[in-house]
């Protein structure tokens, strides 16, 4: 009965096996190399979603300080839709052809007929490069906040390590608080995490939303002309540590700084005659000093997220630090980073001792040891459970 019902010969039944065999290996081949296209395909359709979501949201949260299209509110909140903040370059076609002509003139086998084709292609290339400056500087002249050519990258000049994206969403995330030094309003944080009104999915919405304004190679004057407020810069990063300012204490080195000589008995009053600007603090921490360098990886050193709150909640609490105050917490971890090595590291146990140079006594006024400790104080935010 069994035999009627399939096939009688066993031949019969070999052969359909094959055929069913090979019907099936030649399905999961195909489906095998369309895979890509289809995956290309389902992401394609979940960032259009994201971004209409995050266009929803940014249209509803952000507008009001940033502006409808992101090119931002004078005097209110920087352009999110510029080239600047994705870090375009409008000098790099000529500065990479004229480094490239000057290569090739310092070979030794370069023939003096192509130095002198060298020398008038590069006279045409700067004469170039010095227009595109002139018409750059025209289109943003007067643009609040500035545009500088030879710095065209807001992740460069706030010495960010991180993708753009992470920088975008981690701004998002915990806010600036600093900020309502220089803007009529603080940059709040909007995830549910650090108390704001937004999942994190909805955040992730937004940064996709705010990441597909990136034109890459294609940005324009014009686009540079429609920014309608640019980030402030409140000091020169050059010009924040200067040799010829009185410092804390004078002549500490790499080779001589002895910190235990550092007497907080003496300094500590002395810095109490200081009111601390925070938005210098935040410019010596990003740019000056190149504290965010190591404090952005929590592998390193603590990270700047939080630095107040568990100096109040953990720091003070351990015996080694006894009888000391927040403000003398801090300027004893500046000064003398080798006294206490704080714990917590991600590894366990405490974090690598003699990472923080010991000298920016001698680096620092008591102005500069005020600002940072103010910028410091506004990273105060609750700690995990």
């Not at 289809?38 to 394609?44: I, N």
């Not at 999915?201 to 640019?230: C, P, R, S």
């Amino acid at each position: 009965m069994l035999q009627r019902l399939i096939f009688e010969r066993i031949e019969q039944r070999i052969l359909v096996g094959i055929v069913a065999f090979l019907a099936i290996m030649a399905l999961v081949g195909w489906l095998a190399i369309n895979e890509g296209g289809r995956m290309a395909a389902f992401e394609e359709q979940y960032n259009a979603r994201s971004i209409e979501r995050g266009a929803a949201l940014f249209n509803v949260n952000c507008t009001e300080c940033h502006g409808p299209d992101g090119r931002g509110g004078a005097g209110v909140a920087p352009a999110l839709n510029s080239p600047y903040l994705f870090g375009h370059d409008f000098l790099a076609e000529y500065d990479r052809e004229l480094i490239s002509l000057e290569q090739e003139r310092n070979n030794q086998d370069t023939t003096p007929e192509r130095v002198a084709e060298i020398d008038a292609r590069v006279q045409v290339l700067q004469n170039d490069r010095q227009n595109m400056i002139n018409q750059i500087d025209t289109v943003v002249s007067n643009k609040p906040g500035g545009y500088d050519p030879e710095h065209p990258s807001r992740l460069d000049d706030l010495a960010w390590a991180g993708s753009l994206r992470a920088f975008v969403l981690t701004t998002l995330i915990h806010g600036r608080p600093v900020s309502a030094n220089y803007w009529p309003r603080p940059m709040s944080a909007w995830s549910q995490t650090a108390g704001g009104p937004l999942r994190m999915d909805q955040l992730e919405d937004i940064v996709t939303y705010i990441m597909n304004w990136d034109k890459g190679d294609a940005w324009t004057l014009e686009d540079l002309a429609a920014v309608n407020q640019f980030p402030i810069k409140p000091v020169d990063p050059s010009t924040v540590v200067a040799s010829d300012r009185q410092v804390i204490v004078p002549g500490l080195t790499d080779a001589n700084a002895n910190p235990d000589q550092l007497d907080f008995s003496v300094i500590m009053p002395e810095l109490a005659n200081y009111t601390g600007d925070p938005q210098n603090g935040q410019a010596l921490y990003n740019s000056g000093l190149a504290c965010a360098g190591c404090h952005l990886v929590a592998a390193t050193a603590p990270i700047l997220d939080g630095t107040w709150t568990r100096v109040q909640d953990v720091r003070l609490q351990d015996p080694a630090n006894a009888g000391l105050t927040g403000e003398e917490y801090l300027a004893h971890s500046i000064l003398h980073p080798n006294e206490y090595i704080a714990p917590g590291a991600p590894t366990g146990g405490n974090y690598p001792a003699s990472v923080m140079p010991p000298y920016f006594a001698s680096r620092l006024t008591y102005q500069d040891l005020a600002d940072l400790i103010a910028y410091l104080k506004t990273q105060d935010q609750p700690l995990p459970n």
